[in-house]
């Protein structure tokens, strides 16, 4: 069956770097788009960074650009968020997401909390 497993969240503090990872497995992973989203209590889930198949165009959200950067390895079906500069309104789970036409599959999620 189709599974998302994100890694790497945890407690750093402000100014901090973190690298998440997600592993994927049960569908043609090279085959789709893939992105990170996050959602912090009590708000919206918001788009971070999305990445195209191949892994040749990359967009990101306001808030993540030119701190983030999400990269792919199709040969091990894993996708990737490198974090710095955290600030501590980057707290949230963070979420992957596959994407192909009308399918979408998603992770459960790692806590990502930046905090003195």
């Known amino acids: 069956q189709v599974q998302l497993v994100e890694s790497g969240g945890g407690l750093v503090q402000p100014g901090g770097s973190l690298r998440l990872s997600c592993a994927a497995s049960?569908?043609?992973?090279?085959?789709?788009?893939m992105s990170w989203y996050r959602q912090a209590p009590g708000k919206e889930r918001e788009l971070v960074a999305t990445?195209?198949?191949?892994?040749?165009?990359?967009n990101y959200a306001d808030s993540a650009k030119g701190r983030f950067t999400i990269s792919r390895d199709n040969a091990k079906s894993t996708l990737h968020l490198q974090m710095n500069s955290l600030k501590p309104e980057d707290t949230a789970v963070y979420l992957c997401?596959?994407?192909?036409?009308?399918?979408?599959?998603w992770g459960q999620g790692t806590q990502v909390t930046v905090s003195s």
């Open positions: 990445i195209t198949s191949a892994g040749g165009s990359t």
């Open positions: 997401n596959a994407r192909q036409f009308w399918r979408a599959y």
């Open positions: 049960g569908f043609t992973f090279s085959s789709y788009a």
